[in-house]
Nanobody
Framework: QVQLVESGGGLVQPGGSLRLSCAAS????????MGWYRQAPGKQRELVASIFSSGLTRYTESVKGRFTISRDNAKNTVYLQMNSLKPEDAAVYYC??????????????WGQGTQVTVSS
């Protein structure tokens, strides 16, 4: 199995920055799309940003121009640089990756989540 381990969450003031990291480990043949979701209390989980193995990126409208997703394929790691944070960005952020333990199949793996709190 493939595990995703997130780090980098915490408390930040409005306007501040945080960088989330998520590393995939285990039996890995390849990692395809990677992304970040978030879920705030009482709200549905939403896709924040995604990045494909080609480097193509996509963002939800509310974070465009403030968040940047990137990946290091050699390390099977995805990052989310979050700038100009707003209180409405506060949520538990989850990393996800479409992983292939072998050439025969692939599945979506999820991290345990990391809390991001934006408050003065």
């Amino acid at each position: 199995q493939v595990q995703l381990v997130e780090s980098g969450g915490g408390l930040v003031q409005p306007g501040g920055s945080l960088r989330l990291s998520c590393a995939a480990s285990g039996t890995i043949f390849t990692v395809n799309a990677m992304g970040w979701y978030r879920q705030a209390p009482g709200k549905q989980r939403e896709l924040v940003a995604s990045i494909f193995s080609s480097g193509l990126t996509r963002y939800t409208e509310s974070v465009k121009g403030r968040f940047t997703i990137s990946r290091d394929n050699a390390k099977n790691t995805v990052y989310l640089q979050m700038n100009s944070l707003k209180p409405e960005d506060a949520a538990v952020y989850y990393c996800t990756a479409r992983v292939a333990p072998s050439s025969l199949y692939e599945y979506d793996s999820w991290g345990q989540g990391t809390q991001v709190t934006v408050s003065s």
